[in-house]
Each structure stands twice: as structure tokens, then as C-alpha cells.
């Protein structure tokens, strides 16, 4: 229940000036957090010891993105490759190693070092914070100097590891070398090697020519192979005579045309696939001769012939040709096999030397390798000495810092606003969070809120040099005025069903109903009503002290018929019309007596006697007598004190007023701070006219009203 009232005390639906309301209402608790936090930032600001920052600036040698040259066929060539460039990112985690940063703090003193790279560069920035601008520079220029010592001492040790090594196995490879050298020597004297390899190279010679002239005895011999079967194949075509014309011709034509086809058949026949070809001499010569034949032939007159045979000469010339071929081929086949024997007598020959040629090669390549290896070492110790005496640095200080003239820290004005700042946020938070959990109804738009009951009125706090009574305020006390509008805006809300009988309550002790209900019953009679205010607290009157009467006999005494309504009944002196009926004796069962038929005989005795009856009745969550008598009466009014009414107690009041069907008119909200609220309301006091009349002046006073509400 609690949770949920909190929850609507702080709903959305919270306008500008309710917030600046809570702001004015928590300005106590937001003024202690903006001076707390100022001062302590303003302390440790004034207190805080400066700062300076020097910087100082580095390039160094990047990478390099050339192709590399290292020798990858020779594992040594990595392991020499002394000075590796680095990424400037290592570098500055090198710069921020705890021993380097060590050593310039105990060369410098304390400082606070940083390191950086200025993007896209090569560059290195270190910054350095000390107490002094002295030493903040020093420091700044300490850290690279030494990073810079360091880097040459490093290429310059590893140079110097690197020549040792180079020396130590240059001297090796030199003795290897010496060692290869003699042993090749030896050998080649012991087996003459120069003769062997003379004699070696004249047997490879003779392998390679007779080998040349194996192939080409064996291609002319597939050669002739070839034309003796195409010689063949024409033989078989042609026949064994050929038609002889006997007539009145020229014989020479016959002779010539004989020549002629012979010449044909022959040439024919050396054309034959794997035979001459068409532009061979032998074959050329054939043709001009059968040119030359067909010309003559030409020239002959034609003359007539007789028909008869004769041998065919092609026939003839054809297996003298074919004879001729494989005598060719007979000669060609013998001569190659004498090639071949040659060649195998002479391949033999060369295979003797393989034995002292391996050992030879073998003499020669470990020569070899140890005059390379002795070579690169030669070459890679000049190329170091060299390195030395360079003692090259891939850093360099390019910009060195100097003494800062000012302190970076404390920035005195802007951590002062930041504290300011701060305590401002702080206080509001603060302000919030304690709106937010106070649980007291603090402004009538919290009871508007929370009970949804029209407020009535709103009285300001009473101090102790305050009269609390009616008749002894001023005209145009605000405390006076406040009880006039309570008693109109009471009239406003019954003015449809007038109340005759008025019940005052609260949700507990202490939050003024009793001063509420004495100070409206003297506002009514001042109002010309006749006004009868009852005490029916009967637990814990108090009614009897406020109005300065005695409290016996009083009410009990009448409900248990010990004395007469008229005979207690006492009349202000200060204030006719309103009469006033105490407590009387304490009776045992005061829920009983209020819950009478007799107390209900007594309530229209009394409406008879009186336009309006007012009952001070007690708290309703101390006792159910306020619910009874709410539920006998014409109105209810439900008194809140401001700051103090709890708004769980005040929302469960409602509910027990509701419960017991009593008609609830509204709220009196007491006890308001004035000069403590958002809203405001009009009072008059006099000036005197010439004339000696009077005219009032409007004065404005703050309570805690709805801003707007005006009398």
C-alpha cells in the first residue's frame, strides 16, 4: 500500500511547477549538497598539488616493405641479418617498459610517463607529469635519450655477437676449404687425372659419332627396305608382254614411247612412299630425260602400224631395279651391325672411368661448398666491420621538451564549476529520491492526488506567540481568513443538502482538529448560525483546555442521564451563538455511548437548539468512535496536517470513512508553512484615507495553496 502511494506521489502527470514546488520545498537538503560538494572540490583544488606536462617527440625508423633479400637457399643469411626494423607499435611498448620508466624516475624523480604515436607518422610522443617544470622536462627528454642509448648499445652488441660468431665459423669454413683443396689435389695426382679425363673425353667422342652413325645406317637400310616393296608392288601390276602395232609408222616413235614409259615406270617406282622424293637428282634427271624423250617423240610423223607383242621392258627394268635394292640392303644391313659392335666396344670403355669420375665429383663439390661457405663468411664480416664503425640508430629525438609555464592540473575555475555542477545534481537527485520516499503529504496536490477529495481550506501554521482562537486574531489574519473560507467553501459543498450535524476528524493525533473544529464553530457564529461544538473525543479531550472550560460535566454526563442537556450546555463569552458541550467523565465504553440510541435522541436535541452541530471527534485509525459518529452525521470533514499526515494513514482514513457510508465533504489542510508553497492568496490590511476612512491594500502571501487560488 505504501509503495503505491509513493509511486502516485511522484505519478508523470506532475506539472512544471509542482517539480519546482518540491524543488522549493527540498531546498534545505539541495542547498546542503551544492555547498558540501562545492567546498570539499574547492578543498582538494586549492589543496592539490600542480601538475606540469612536458612532451617530447621521437622518430624512428619504421619498417621497411621492400622486397627481401635474404638468401633463403642459405640458413645463414637470416641468422646475420643484424637490425631488424621494428613497427613503431613496438617500439612504444618497448618506450613503456617498467625498467626504462624505472630508471628515469630514479635519474629524475617521481614522474608520471606516457607514450604515444602521432597517427599516420613515424613519430613518437612521450608526455611526462611532475610537480615541477623542470623536472617534468627533464623527464620527457630523459626517457628518450635513454631509449636511444639503449638502441645503439643494442645494434652495436649485436653486431659485435654477430662478428664473433662470423669469425669463429669463417675460421672453420677457411680450414674446411684448405682440407678440400689438398684432398682433390692428392687424388688428382695419384690417378692422373688429366690423362684419364683426356683419354674419357676421346672415348665420349667416338660413342657419340658412331652412335650418329648407327641411326643413320639404320634409317638408309629401312630406306631401301622401303623401295624394294614398292619396286615389288609395281611388278606385280605389270604385265609380262605388251601389244606391239605393226603399221605404215615410224619405228623410232614406237623406240621412244618404249623409253618414255620405262623412264615412267622407273620413276614411278623411286617415288614410291619411303623412296625418293619428287625433287631428288635421280629423280629430276628421269624426268629430263622423259622431256626430252616426248619432245623427239613429238617430232615423229605418224605412219601407219602393225599390231604385235613383245617382252614388256618395264617388267624387265623393274626386277633388275629390285635386284639392284636388296644388294643395296644387303651391303647396308652388314654395315650396321659392324656400327653397332663398335658403338657397344665403345660404350664399354667409357663405363670404366665411372668409378674414379664419382670420387672426382665428389672431391670437387665438397671444394666447392667449403669456398662458398668461406666466401659468404669473408663478405658477411666487411659487411659488419662496416656496420660498426656506421653505428647506425633507427631513432632519433626530433623535437626535445622544454619547461611548461603553466600547471595543466588543477584546473582551478573548472574543477570548481565541476564541483558546483556535481553538487547541483547531487542535491536535486537527492531532492527526488527524498520526495520520492517521504510518505507525508506535502502539498494539497498530493491529497488531491492521493484521496481525490476537494480541499476546503488551508490553514497556516499557529506558533506558540500565535493566538489560536477565533475571536482573538486579528480581522485580516491569514490564519482567520483561512477559517472563513473553510466555513464558505463548507457552505459551497453542502448546498444541495445542507449540514445541519458536522463530524471533524483526522487520521491521527496531533494534526490539529480540535483548533480546526473550535475555529470553524467560531466562524460560523460569526456568521450568524447558531453553533453548537460537542468534544466526542472521549478518550483524549481537549476541547475543554482550548476553550479555557471546565470538563465536567459534560457529554457522558448527560448520555447516562446524570444532569440536562441545558445545564451543561455553556455559551462563549466572546462569541454569542456558539455554545460549546465539554467531554464530561471518561467512561469505559466510549464506542457504546456514541452508538446509543440516547446519543443519537441527544444529536436532535441538539440539531433543534442549533443550526449547525460540530463534533470534535478522535482520530479515526486511534479508535472506531470517529467512524461511528461519521456514519450518524450529515458531513465529514477530514483534517490533513501538512508535512506530518502520512499518506498510507490519510488513504486508509478515507477507506474507513467510506466503509462506514459517512459523507466525506472535503479537506482542511492544516498547519501550511507559509512562504513554503506554490500558490498564493489575498489579504487586506488598512491604510488610513485623508478623510479619516479606511481602504484596503492587497498583500500578497505565499502558502501552500494551488497557485491561482485566490479568496
Known amino acids: 500500500m505504501t509503495k503505491e502511494l509513493e509511486t502516485d506521489s511522484l505519478a508523470p502527470g506532475l506539472s512544471l511547477q509542482e517539480y519546482l514546488a518540491i524543488l522549493r520545498r527540498r531546498r534545505l537538503i539541495i542547498l546542503q549538497a551544492f555547498v558540501l560538494i562545492t567546498v570539499v572540490g574547492l578543498v582538494i583544488t586549492l589543496f592539490s598539488r600542480p601538475v606540469y606536462h612536458a612532451e617530447a ?41 617498467q625498467p ?30 611532475a610537480g615541477s617544470p623542470r623536472v617534468a622536462a627533464d623527464a620527457a627528454n630523459r626517457l628518450l635519450e635513454l631509449y636511444v642509448s639503449q638502441d645503439a648499445d643494442q645494434n652495436l652488441h649485436e653486431i659485435e655477437q654477430a662478428k664473433n660468431f662470423v669469425q669463429t665459423q669463417g675460421a672453420l669454413a677457411h680450414r674446411r676449404l684448405t682440407d678440400a683443396e689438398v684432398a682433390l689435389k692428392d687424388f688428382k695426382q695419384q690417378y692422373h687425372v688429366a690423362d684419364l679425363t683426356k683419354n674419357r673425353d676421346d672415348q665420349i667422342a667416338r660413342v657419340t659419332a658412331l652412335t650418329d652413325a648407327a641411326q643413320k645406317g639404320q634409317a638408309d637400310l629401312a630406306a631401301l627396305r622401303a623401295q624394294i616393296a614398292a619396286s615389288r608392288a609395281l611388278l606385280a601390276q605389270e604385265p609380262s608382254t605388251l601389244p606391239i602395232r605393226l603399221a605404215a609408222t615410224n619405228a623410232e616413235i614406237t ?71 636388296e644388294a643395296q640392303e644387303s651391303a647396308q644391313a652388314a654395315q650396321a651391325a659392324i656400327t653397332a659392335r663398335k658403338l657397344e666396344q665403345a660404350r664399354a670403355g667409357v663405363g670404366r672411368f665411372a668409378d674414379w669420375e664419382v670420387a672426382q665429383n665428389r672431391l670437387t663439390r665438397q671444394h666447392d661448398e667449403a669456398e662458398a661457405q668461406d666466401r659468404m663468411f669473408t ?7 662496416l656496420r660498426e664503425k656506421a653505428r647506425h640508430v633507427s631513432a632519433r629525438i626530433i623535437e626535445r621538451a622544454r619547461p611548461p609555464g603553466a600547471p595543466v592540473r588543477p584546473q582551478k575555475l573548472k574543477n570548481i564549476a565541476f564541483a558546483a555542477l556535481i553538487g547541483l545534481f547531487v542535491g536535486l537527485c537527492l531532492a527526488l529520491l527524498q520526495e520520492f520516499l517521504d510518505d507525508r503529504i506535502n502539498t494539497t496536490e498530493d491529497a488531491d492526488r492521493l484521496l481525490g477529495l476537494p480541499s476546503l481550506g488551508h ?132 464506542s457504546e455511548l456514541l452508538g446509543s440510541r440516547t446519543f443519537r435522541g ?62 466525506v465533504l472535503g479537506i482542511a489542510y492544516n498547519k501550511m508553512r507559509v512562504l513554503d508553497g506554490s500558490g498564493y492568496y489575498y489579504h487586506y490590511h488598512h491604510a488610513p484615507l485623508p478623510n479619516g476612512k479606511d481602504k484596503r491594500r492587497p498583500s500578497r502571501l505565499l502558502t501552500e495553496t494551488t497557485q491561482g487560488e485566490r479568496e
Open 459 to 590: 490553514v497556516p501554521t499557529l506558533t506558540a506567540a500565535d493566538a489560536r482562537l477565533l475571536p482573538q486574531m486579528q480581522g485580516l489574519d491569514p490564519a482567520a481568513e483561512s477559517y472563513r473560507i473553510l466555513r464558505t467553501n463548507i457552505h459551497f459543498a453542502a448546498i444541495d443538502a445542507p449540514v445541519r450535524t458536522l463530524v471533524i476528524t483526522s487520521a491521527g493525533p496531533g494534526e490539529g482538529k480540535t483548533t480546526t473544529a473550535a475555529n470553524l464553530g467560531f466562524a460560523m457564529a460569526a456568521d450568524g448560525r447558531r453553533v453548537i461544538l460537542v468534544d466526542t473525543d472521549l478518550r483524549r479531550p481537549s476541547l475543554h483546555a482550548l476553550l479555557d472550560l471546565p470538563t465536567v460535566p459534560g457529554l457522558t454526563d448527560v448520555l447516562l442521564g446524570k444532569t440536562d442537556l441545558n445545564d451543561v450546555l455553556l455559551e462563549h463569552a466572546d462569541m454569542p451563538g456558539l455554545m460549546a458541550l465539554t467531554c464530561g467523565s471518561t467512561p469505559p465504553n466510549p
Open 379 to 385: 663478405d658477411k664480416l666487411a659487411d659488419l666491420s
Open 602 to 663: 441527544l444529536v436532535e436535541q441538539m440539531m433543534d437548539m442549533a443550526d449547525l452541530v460540530i463534533f470534535d471527534s478522535p482520530p479515526v485509525l486511534a479508535a472506531a468512535d470517529a467512524q461511528i459518529l461519521a456514519s450518524q452525521m450529515d458531513g465529514t470533514i477530514m483534517v490533513v496536517e501538512a508535512g506530518e499526515t502520512r499518506k498510507a494513514a490519510a488513504r486508509r482514513t478515507l477507506d474507513l470513512l467510506r466503509q462506514a457510508r459517512a459523507s
Open 255 to 325: 623406240t621412244l614411247r618404249d623409253q618414255i614409259r620405262a623412264l615412267q615406270v622407273q620413276r614411278e617406282g623411286m617415288t614410291q612412299p619411303g623412296g625418293y622424293t619428287s625433287r631428288a637428282p635421280q629423280v629430276l634427271a628421269l624426268d629430263a630425260q622423259i622431256a626430252e624423250l616426248q619432245r623427239r617423240l613429238a617430232a615423229q610423223p605418224a605412219l601407219t602400224v602393225s599390231q604385235s607383242s613383245s617382252p614388256n621392258a618395264a617388267r624387265e627394268a623393274l626386277r633388275g631395279q629390285i635386284i639392284g635394292l
Open 100 to 129: 626504462l620508466l624505472d630508471q628515469v624516475t630514479r635519474e629524475v624523480g617521481p614522474v608520471s610517463l606516457s607514450v604515444s604515436t602521432v597517427k599516420d607518422t613515424n613519430v613518437i610522443q612521450d608526455g611526462a607529469d
Open 57 to 97: 617527440k621521437l622518430l624512428v625508423d619504421g619498417p621497411s616493405y621492400n622486397l627481401n633479400t635474404v638468401d633463403t637457399t642459405n640458413p645463414l643469411s637470416g641468422l646475420l641479418a643484424l637490425s631488424q626494423e621494428q613497427t613503431v607499435e613496438t617500439q612504444v611498448e618497448v618506450l613503456q617498459t
